[in-house]
């Protein structure tokens, strides 16, 4: 089982940047691929972005597309999501996810197995 724990949420304008991140525990953290979800209020939680497990590999919902950016530090044990040019429909709680297989790219057909408990992004237009 593996421990997540968001943290950078925070208020922002429109235009503005945050960069969230999730620390992981519990299991190699080198060796599965990582998630970034969000909920909006009265919304289904929608898929953001994903890397694999080497970081070599990275999926983004159509939305946030040349906006925001995963990457990972596995020395760190750390996914970040950099999210630039946000918008008011970007406000969400953010959360990540881990792979529950090993060595998976992060896509489509993932089955998450851990997730962290979120962090509040919200965007004032």
């Known amino acids: 089982q593996v421990q997540l724990l968001e943290s950078g949420g925070g208020l922002v304008q429109a235009g503005g940047s945050l960069r969230l991140s999730c620390a992981a525990s519990?299991?190699?953290?080198?060796?599965?691929?990582m998630g970034w979800f969000r909920q909006a209020p009265g919304k289904e939680r929608e898929f953001v972005a994903s890397?694999?497990?080497?970081?070599?590999?990275?999926y983004y919902a159509d939305s946030v597309k040349g906006r925001f950016t995963i990457s990972r530090d596995n020395a760190k044990n750390t996914v970040y999501l950099q999210m630039n040019s946000l918008k008011p429909e970007d406000t969400a709680v953010y959360y990540c996810?881990?792979?529950?297989?090993?060595?998976?790219?992060?896509?489509?057909?993932?089955?998450?197995?851990?997730w962290g408990q979120g962090t509040q992004v919200t965007v004032s237009s």
């Open positions: 996810a881990a792979d529950q297989a090993n060595y998976g790219l992060g896509y489509q057909g993932t089955l998450w197995g851990s």
């Open positions: 519990g299991r190699t953290f080198s060796r599965y691929a």
């Open positions: 890397i694999g497990w080497h970081g070599v590999t990275t």
